[in-house]
């Protein structure tokens, strides 16, 4: 069954960096575009970035632009995410989410499979 | 970047209950519109996509409507492990993704 397990979470200090993984199994990864989105206490779901199947193309929320840095390694069917100079704002539930890309593209694509979730705290 | 309004915010309901649900995009997004349901502490679920169908697995009480700018969600007769948040998406114009605030359902 598909699996996606998120880790890397936890408390950090603000201007810090943290990276999270998403491990992938239980269906054929390098087929799939991946998602960050992320849900801060007691709030809604925010887009955070896109990864193409292939890595070939890379989308992010405003809110992250130049901060954080989504990647994958198909080999090991782990998606990543690199977050800079964290603030208070980015604390957050993060979740990896799936999408079967059509014809090459990832744009319309619903979120079909979620992972559990890890939780960033930024605080000094 | 196109909004995504959800009504009500919150509502209450009794089991057995016809619940619907409304999202609304700040410009017409054709049937590029997905339903998710959330439980606290779980991560969010997808019901709904393309507006109308239905996600492999998910119960039939669930149904989705609805194009250009106007969409519903109805849940048929409310079970008691409905209660939860419901978000809308759009995929029409992206990036970015963007989500409708959120509706919960609770119990009456």
């Known amino acids: 069954q598909v699996q996606l397990v998120e880790s890397g979470g936890g408390v950090v200090q603000p201007g810090r960096s943290l990276r999270l993984s998403c491990a992938a199994s239980?269906?054929?990864?390098?087929?799939?575009?991946m998602h960050w989105v992320r849900q801060a206490p007691g709030k809604g779901l925010e887009w955070v970035a896109i990864?193409?199947?292939?890595?070939?193309?890379?989308y992010y929320a405003d809110s992250v632009k130049g901060r954080f840095t989504i990647s994958r390694d198909n080999s090991k069917n782990t998606l990543y995410l690199q977050m800079n100079s964290l603030r208070a704002e980015d604390t957050a539930v993060y979740y990896c989410?799936?999408?079967?890309?059509?014809?090459?593209?990832?744009?319309?694509?619903?979120?079909?499979?979620w992972g559990q979730g890890t939780l960033v705290t930024v605080s000094s | 970047d196109i909004q995504m309004t959800q009504s009500p915010s919150s509502l209450s309901a009794s089991v057995g209950d016809r619940v619907i649900l409304t999202c609304r995009a700040s410009q017409s997004i054709s049937t590029y519109l997905n339903w998710y349901q959330q439980k606290p502490g779980k991560a969010p679920k997808l019901l709904i996509y393309?507006?109308?169908s239905l996600q492999s697995g998910v119960p039939s009480r669930f149904s989705g409507s609805g194009s250009g700018t106007d969409f519903t969600l109805t849940i048929s007769s409310l079970q008691p492990e409905d209660f939860a948040t419901y978000y809308c998406q759009q995929s029409y114009s992206t990036p970015p993704w963007t989500f409708g605030q959120g509706t919960k359902v609770e119990i009456k």
């Open positions: 239980g269906f054929t990864f390098s087929t799939y575009g």
């Open positions: 990864i193409w199947y292939d890595g070939s193309d890379k």
């Open positions: 989410a799936r999408v079967q890309c059509t014809g090459g593209s990832c744009y319309s694509a619903p979120f079909d499979y």
């Open positions: 393309a507006a109308s």
